[in-house]
């Protein structure tokens, strides 16, 4: 009740900022045909592959050209809005209820599908959509492939092995999903984890639920920034404090990046300091964040998922 009461909330106040701020997001941005972008990653050939929650697909995106790469666009409810649904098929006829993140994932990509409660896998070579793990029903089941079960699965990484981990946020673990299909559980009482990242052996987690970022490694976790606060607040990373962030990635530098999701916000952490490099204004003439959650670096731009702004962000580093 907890995890669904924060979602709608949330979800009403990134309504209340959009309707406050849309000249804020209509600013310059890249892949702005979007309806809903949650996820990003990047392909071999310079395509990026984003997550579409609203209308529930994939994306292929190629500069401004955006076409459905996985899932159905076309179904609506009576009133012209996309449901989804569940079906593993070919690409073009797959389904899926809510495609949150994308990550690449032994020979193709994962893709967590939370409102059905499974990670859907798209491989490069067969142009076809299953179910790499879960069962839809909602539960904290281990096992092989689809005998575990989740609870709205949200965040992705892959390590160097290419193992996969699972932010199961309703279940507040993380899941760890091997090369070789068995599900255990890498971490748990934690709150509300959602975004994933994992750099030089470490997993960096957005737990959502204590507006913190936290490292894992090696079996120990460590609080990266956040005090815990609910606020906007920069300054040291033991001072600093979030509200409800979503996503993260870090940079090759070292450079950590979130997406302060409820605070309408891209923050950077850096040396121990926490600061804001992108905040939500109705006069700014460049591009703004209004509820930003997947991002990635990519060469010398960071590139952010705006899921009320339709569009993809991006910033310079």
């Not at 592959?49 to 076409?67: A, I, M, P």
């Not at 790469?69 to 070919?90: E, K, R």
């Not at 893709?111 to 879960?134: E, L, P, Y």
């Not at 962030?245 to 950077?268: E, F, H, M």
Request: hydrophobic share 40%; charged share 15%; proline share 4%.
């Amino acid at each position: 009740m907890k995890l669904q009461k924060r979602i709608l909330t949330f979800a009403a106040a990134a309504m209340l900022a959009l309707s406050m701020a849309l000249p804020c997001a209509a600013a310059e941005s890249a892949m702005d045909t979007l309806c809903a972008p949650s996820g990003i990653t990047s392909m071999p050939d310079g395509s990026f592959l984003v997550t579409d929650t609203y209308n529930k697909v994939v994306w292929r995106v190629e500069g401004r050209t955006s076409t459905v790469y996985g899932g159905v666009a076309t179904v609506g409810d009576l009133y012209g809005q996309p449901i989804g649904g569940y079906n593993d098929s070919a690409l073009n006829d797959s389904y899926f209820k809510e495609p949150w993140a994308v990550a690449p994932f032994l020979d193709g990509y994962a893709v967590s599908d939370a409102a059905n409660n499974v990670v859907r896998f798209i491989a490069h070579d067969k142009n076809k959509v299953q179910t790499a793990t879960g069962q839809r029903a909602k539960g904290s089941m281990n096992g092989y492939g689809i005998e575990a079960t989740f609870n709205r699965p949200t965040g992705l990484a892959t390590d160097e092995a290419g193992n996969l981990y699972i932010a199961d946020t309703g279940n507040n673990r993380i899941r760890k999903l091997t090369n070789i299909g068995t599900i255990t559980t890498y971490l748990e009482n934690l709150n509300e984890p959602t975004g994933l990242c994992w750099k030089n052996g470490s997993l960096y987690i957005c737990e959502s639920g204590a507006n913190r970022i936290l490292r894992a490694e090696n079996g120990s976790v460590t609080v990266v920034a956040g005090s815990g606060g609910e606020a906007l607040a920069d300054g040291s990373a033991e001072q600093a404090q979030f509200h409800n962030p979503q996503g993260v990635t870090v940079a090759d530098d070292g450079i950590i990046y979130v997406s302060d999701t409820g605070n309408n916000a891209v923050r950077k952490i850096q040396n121990g300091v926490v600061s804001t490099i992108a905040v939500c204004d109705q006069n700014a003439m460049d591009p703004s964040p209004v509820a930003p959650v997947g991002l990635m670096v990519k060469g010398d731009r960071l590139y952010v998922c705006d899921n009320f702004s339709r569009a993809v962000l991006t910033y310079p580093r």
